[in-house]
């Protein structure tokens, strides 16, 4: 079975600065797709990033960027120029792609890092 | 706007009152899941539907029943609550399960008491 691990349950970062939030996973599949979502204090769930594993191509948005490891399976997420807004808990998914199956299309969670942007 | 709503946002309730919370998206979606929320444990799938008439177990589906019998909603049922119950649960659709990025809903904090 599928595991997400996220070690840092609770980082900080001063405003205008960079921070990296860690994810690992487990799983014996080729094709799958990470994800990082965003929940901030209203607790609304907000993709922030999308990584297909058949990319080498580390994906970026904006002031968002991952370093996706393949073979170490990992895949952490780089915030540059930290703003207040970023102020959340931060969740590591990931999803396996079976073409042509009954696929669940499940999510698969990591446990969360709660992010503080301090001024 | 393209979303997916959920009502009740809050519900307290007690022990054993049937509920249902709603779910509905307005973007044709054909995948929608159901995910609760508890400290530590991230999200777990509940149920979820690969199109109309088509529901399947997640990982936690003990107490909660689901239906999709039409394309938009996907209801969440309670037949009985209990306190273990308690949670923040979030509904999710994507246009297709297995290859899209799922968009949630705002959330529906419910207690049991």
């Known amino acids: 079975a599928q595991t997400v691990t996220q070690s840092q349950p609770e980082m900080s970062v001063q405003e205008a600065e960079t921070v990296t939030l860690s994810c690992t996973y487990d799983t014996s599949e080729n094709n799958y797709y990470l994800f990082w979502y965003k929940q901030p204090p209203s607790r609304q769930m907000i993709l922030v990033i999308r990584q297909e594993a058949y990319k080498q191509q580390n994906a970026t948005e904006n002031r968002f960027s991952v370093n996706f490891q393949k073979a170490a399976k990992s895949f952490s997420l780089k915030i540059s120029d930290s703003q207040l807004g970023d102020t959340a808990m931060y969740f590591c998914a990931f999803m396996k792609h079976v073409l042509g199956s009954s696929n669940t299309g499940k999510l698969i969670f990591g446990q969360g890092t709660t992010l503080q942007v301090k001024p | 706007e393209a979303q997916v709503t959920q009502n009740p946002r809050y519900l307290i309730t007690v022990t054993g009152k049937k509920l249902t919370v709603t779910c509905s998206q307005n973007m044709n979606h054909e995948y929608m899941s159901w995910y609760r929320q508890d400290p530590g444990l991230g999200l777990r799938q509940i149920y979820y539907s690969m199109n109309v008439e088509v529901t399947d177990k997640g990982d936690v589906p003990e107490g909660y029943k689901v239906s999709r019998k039409e394309k938009r909603n996907f209801p969440l049922i309670l037949e009985s609550p209990s306190p273990n119950q308690t949670s923040l649960y979030f509904c999710?659709?994507?246009?297709?399960?297995?290859?899209?990025?799922?968009?949630f809903g705002p959330g529906t904090r419910l207690t049991v008491l």
């Open positions: 999710a659709s994507s246009l297709a399960g297995h290859t899209d990025t799922q968009y």
